[in-house]
């Protein structure tokens, strides 16, 4: 392996076998999972009715391009354009979220005529070029950027908001300084914005409700398409099917992948007719659409809407965000703050949050791994400066798991900040 790819923890550990929200090691430890996969495993491991479609459709037939339509892809683009909103009806699949993102971006490119395109500080789209070169996150990118037309604005993180702006007076001046943006470093035309609802890699940046309302409209005005990457919030993770619905935005394309086949390799967009019409030239992904890919996501779909597990996600995620703020209360100096949506939740951890300097503190979330890893309980990374704790359990995780979660999570704040 590449050492580049690093793995968790001291001594990595090596998963072996799975069930639900319940993963096992070689040496037979279990483990509750609360990250999935990288909000992956969104309705738990060796799920049965995921399984199930797998093996029937690999019995079948497995492979055989986009160049010929197949029962499971049709499927899944038809349940996409009845479950996304506003006007999105045509999908393009692909084999990962970086392939959906760069499609978006040359869509956007090729319906408006402009090429330069906005994305966010503290972003992360992918590993290509392309996607390294909107991904502003210098921990993820291994060269300069590569691409020029590309401008990088501010995202809402009210926690470390640039403007020194207090939440509770908040001009949304990160959102409206997008219009000062275009305005001094393009052309005044752009093809568009592409954005995360919730910054995933950069540790869950949560942004206030206006902020996306305000984005959308700048970008509009100066031609420009709004592209949601629904990569980590898509599929009921923030307690809505999409995350954009959050923020009461229609996007005129979203780009998805990780929860939407359960961990088989799957990418999508999802776009305005005008827009899917727009591209003249002949296109296509060997592996996107794959039928063994595309059966398992109507399947994941089937759990979400037979499960009821957007409302599930709503309920134990009120659950998990009561108790992250109690272990907040009981660590106060580390924890700076606790944010997220649903399912996806996050501690930004500092030195100390009473000088009020917040200054990042990766050391404390190394020692924190650590301390969970021993009790039981995988958890993420993330952040810019590798301070954020993330954590994403199933969206069928059950009130008794997070209770769980929670105790060793505390138990090990305790362990490392003791009271």
């Excluded at 399984?51 to 029937?56: M, Y």
């Excluded at 497995?62 to 999105?88: D, I, K, W």
């Excluded at 009130?399 to 900040?417: K, P, Q, R, W």
Aim: aromatic residues 6%.
């Amino acid at each position: 392996m590449f050492p580049a790819v690093g793995n968790y923890y001291e001594e990595s550990v090596v998963l072996n076998e799975g069930k639900g929200s319940r993963i096992r090691d070689l040496d037979g430890n279990e483990y509750l999972d609360f990250f999935g996969g990288i909000l992956t495993v969104s309705v738990g491991h060796a799920n049965e009715r995921v399984t199930d479609a797998v093996v029937k459709q690999a019995q079948r037939i497995s492979h055989v391009s986009a160049l010929y339509p197949t029962v499971p892809m049709v499927e899944l683009a038809e349940r996409l354009a009845n479950s996304t909103p506003g006007q999105l009806q045509k999908c393009f699949f692909t084999a990962s979220g970086t392939e959906a993102d760069e499609t978006a971006v040359m869509m956007a490119q090729v319906f408006t005529g402009n090429m330069e395109l906005v994305a966010l500080r503290h972003g992360y789209s992918g590993r290509s070029m392309l996607a390294q070169s909107l991904t502003a996150h210098s921990t993820w990118r291994a060269l300069p950027t590569q691409v020029a037309s590309i401008k990088h604005a501010h995202p809402g993180y009210c926690y470390r908001c640039p403007f020194g702006e207090a939440s509770e007076s908040c001009g949304m001046r990160c959102a409206k300084d997008i219009e000062d943006l275009i305005q001094t470093t393009t052309t005044g035309r752009i093809a568009g914005m592409l954005a995360e609802p919730i910054q995933g890699v950069g540790g869950f940046i949560t942004p206030p409700k206006k902020y996306f309302q305000i984005a959308a409209e700048i970008v509009r005005k100066y031609g420009g398409v709004f592209i949601s990457d629904e990569v980590q919030t898509g599929f009921g993770r923030t307690g809505k099917m999409w995350g954009i619905e959050q923020y009461g935005v229609e996007p005129d394309m979203m780009t998805m992948a990780k929860g939407i086949a359960n961990g088989f390799p799957l990418g999508a967009i999802i776009a305005t007719p005008a827009i899917a019409d727009s591209l003249e030239k002949p296109s296509i992904s060997t592996f996107g659409g794959n039928p063994v890919s595309t059966a398992a996501a109507n399947a994941v779909l089937d759990e979400i809407e037979q499960e009821k597990l957007v409302e599930n996600c709503r309920v134990q995620g009120r659950r998990l965000r009561a108790g992250l703020k109690e272990i907040q209360g009981n660590h106060p100096e580390i924890i700076g703050e606790v944010r997220g949506m649903g399912l996806m939740q996050a501690l930004e951890l500092v030195v100390d949050e009473t000088r009020k300097d917040r200054t990042p503190n990766p050391a404390a979330k190394a020692a924190l791994f650590e301390e969970t890893k021993k009790r039981g309980l995988l958890i993420g990374a993330g952040g810019l400066y590798g301070n954020v704790i993330r954590i994403s359990p199933m969206l069928n995780v059950t009130a008794d798991e997070v209770d769980e979660a929670l105790a060793g999570l505390s138990e090990s704040f305790d362990a490392i900040d003791p009271r």
